[in-house]
């Protein structure tokens, strides 16, 4: 295993940084963003001739394997996998006991790397029906749109240093946010909580997708507020006559730039709306989604909200029949 991991700790970096398809970009020297959160106060340095890392407000760190284990959200047998199916290497110890293809037959494909799996920091509970309630009453949804969600595992609960704490994921348990009830930050630069193992390729809701037809739309909204606010509307507009099928699917976080493979199978060619904050973050994010849906078929439109805005400032203005209809003109 020591020729694999010394052949990655020949490549600087930043080789790493683009072959992983991380956001953002590796600068030779200063601070810069992390590519493994959202970093407003950009925290994250390279050192050593580029092969060494350091996130210096979470305190991780290391060399390039350190990253790339970092990156993948996995052990070292994962990144192991993941450098033999990408660079084609295989190990000395095991060249000769590995059967050389004939020149007319192609090598038989290597695993994909393990998934990531988030690692959680206490226990997700569904909550009683007095915590939905409060929480309802807090965040100013409907009691029915809190229920729905943790009947749907798209809201969980836990406590983590004594703190009530929401959970936005859902039931493939891949991507994740956990946030303050009480709407405090976690730290003096992080509002959500730091989780190790996110695959923030991964839609949250994604999963639901699986038992709608294909002709159910989607709402595509960013963070893991407007998440919530908009299956709070979407109830909204059920109970208030609507009948067309959407579903609520969150990005979490303006630096998603990458869909994964069965996240894009399940959205393949559905009629989408995005809605992204007013600001030049949601702007990329809205050009580069809408230029990626509609590279995998998709229909797409999008809601333009005003500068320095998100969906929840608008919450109690929106109109959830317009927001849900099929005109381009949202």
């Known amino acids: 295993m020591d020729d694999v991991f010394a052949a990655i700790k020949q490549h600087p970096i930043s080789e790493l940084w683009a072959m992983l398809g991380l956001p953002g970009e590796a600068k030779p020297r200063g601070a810069m963003r992390s590519p493994f959160r959202e ?161 923030k390729s991964w839609l949250v809701g994604c999963e639901l997708l699986e038992r709608e037809p294909r002709d159910t739309a989607v709402l595509l909204v960013e963070g893991c507020t407007d998440f ?28 998603c730039t990458r869909l994964a493979p069965d996240a894009a199978a399940l959205i393949r060619g559905r009629y989408v709306r995005l809605v992204t904050d007013g600001d030049d973050a949601g702007d990329k994010m809205r050009a580069h989604w809408t230029a990626l849906l509609r590279a995998i078929g998709c229909t797409v439109d999008s809601v333009t909200l005003p500068r320095g805005t998100d969906l929840t400032d608008h919450y109690a203005a929106i109109h959830p029949h317009q927001l849900f209809s099929r005109s381009h003109e949202a």
């Open 39 to 199: 970093d407003r106060s950009p925290s994250f340095s390279l050192f050593a001739d580029g092969r060494a890392w350091k996130d210096h407000a979470t305190g991780d760190g290391g060399d390039a394997v350190e990253f790339a284990r970092h990156a993948l959200g996995t052990d070292h047998a994962g990144v192991r996998a993941w450098w033999m199916e990408r660079g084609g290497i295989v190990p000395v110890n095991e060249r000769r006991t590995r059967t050389i293809p004939s020149s007319n037959k192609k090598p038989a494909p290597l695993p994909p790397p393990p998934p990531k799996s988030i690692q959680w920091p206490a226990e997700l509970v569904e909550g009683t029906e007095e915590t939905w309630r409060a929480f309802a009453k807090r965040r100013g949804l409907p009691v029915l749109a809190v229920s729905i969600a943790v009947r749907h595992g798209l809201l969980r609960f836990c406590r983590i240093e004594g703190k009530a704490c929401y959970v936005v994921t859902d039931a493939a348990r891949r991507c994740a946010e956990i946030r303050r009830c009480d709407g405090q930050w976690f730290t003096p630069r992080h509002k959500p909580y730091w989780l190790s193992g996110v695959d």
């Open 228 to 255: 919530l606010s908009a299956l709070g509307l979407y109830v909204t507009y059920r109970k208030t006559g609507g009948t067309a099928c959407w579903r609520p699917l969150g990005l979490l976080g303006a630096g």
